[in-house]
């Protein structure tokens, strides 16, 4: 039975300020739930984060970490190490799903409709132009940091003006439409919400600010798009191996009446557990609180 829970949150990633948030609410509610509950905060002392788990001995790990090293796979090798189960997705799973043009090579492998696109220098881009418009983004990070959407031969040169030549990026054709993300909980399909902007696309800040974004759960959407929706959820999420609950995010371009296109972006292994987060929005849609959802993540937990 698990009783002691260790929650690392923080981390060195660009997404530190959203983990720690996500972990706070997510202790809370493990206390809530009876839990002897201890929050770690990963910084760049990791022989302390492992002093503190060998000291306090958890039952389990709730991974609250976003990004680097604490959703591509590194801290669930280590726990892996240490025989501690944890939440959310193992190595494998984990560090595909982080790299966007691996998880695109996957979705297309089981027919899964992606953007067109790849990854591309700054050089590539210089000789070989792509079409506007397009959105840029890094291969490997989360929270929609970075992202930039170019329209015209202006945004470009101030693009490539900040864009390091050595540094690859992820370049895809622009899909206008609608936002939409879907989440699967313990390998069943959970939900769909669309994310309506006040002003811009769904950003970092649109994110995480209150009052920028609004959520329409369920995602209005014809009954064609919404089983093809699940059912492109579903095939990620097994086709990566994932476990625990996972988020991924779609463009529905219904500009064309009668062409209409469900385009996946990219899989979140460990979503956001923000105030502001999706899945907590689904789960709540299904009558599912946001401390039974924490609750059915721990009792998934363990070790690859």
């Given at each position: 039975m698990v009783k002691k829970v260790a929650v690392i949150m923080g981390g060195m990633s660009h997404e530190r300020d959203v983990s720690l948030v996500s972990g706070k609410s997510v202790t809370d509610a493990l206390k809530k739930k009876g839990y002897i509950v201890k929050a770690i905060d990963l910084n760049n002392n990791i022989p302390n984060m492992i002093q503190q788990l060998n000291t306090f001995k958890p039952d389990v790990v709730f991974n609250a970490l976003h990004g680097k090293f604490g959703e591509d796979g590194c801290?669930?090798?280590?726990l892996n190490l240490m025989q501690i189960p944890y939440t959310h997705s193992g190595v494998m799973a984990s560090a595909i799903g982080m790299n966007k043009e691996q998880t695109r090579y996957l979705a297309k492998m089981v027919d899964?409709?992606?953007?067109?696109?790849g990854l591309r220098t700054k050089d590539q881009m210089m000789k070989k132009p792509f079409p506007f418009?397009?959105?840029?983004?890094?291969?490997?990070?989360?929270?929609?940091?970075?992202?930039v959407i170019v329209r015209n031969k202006k945004e470009q040169a101030a693009l490539f003006k900040k864009w390091?030549?050595?540094?690859?990026?992820?370049?895809?054709?622009y899909i206008p439409g609608r936002e939409l993300s879907a989440a699967v909980l313990g390998d069943k399909y959970l939900g769909s919400v669309e994310l309506v902007t006040k002003s811009g696309f769904y950003d970092y800040k649109n994110k995480y600010t209150n009052g920028k974004t609004t959520h329409i759960v369920p995602a209005p959407i014809p009954d064609k798009i919404a089983?093809?929706?699940?059912?492109?959820?579903?095939?990620?999420?097994?086709?990566?191996?994932?476990?625990?609950?996972?988020?991924?995010?779609?463009?529905?371009d219904?500009?064309?009446?009668?062409?209409?296109?469900l385009i996946f972006l990219e899989i979140n292994t460990n979503p956001g557990m923000t105030p502001l987060s999706l899945v907590p929005d689904i789960a709540k849609s299904k009558k599912i609180t946001y401390d039974t959802l924490v609750d059915m993540l721990v009792k998934e937990a363990k070790c690859d």
């Open positions: 801290l669930q090798g280590l899964i409709k992606i953007a067109r696109g418009p397009y959105v840029v983004k890094p291969n490997a990070d989360g929270s929609s940091i970075g992202v390091p030549k050595t540094k690859t990026l992820l370049v895809e054709e089983k093809q929706l699940e059912k492109y959820t579903m095939q990620i999420h097994q086709a990566l191996g994932c476990r625990g609950v996972t988020r991924s995010d779609f463009r529905y219904d500009t064309d009446k009668k062409h209409p296109r």
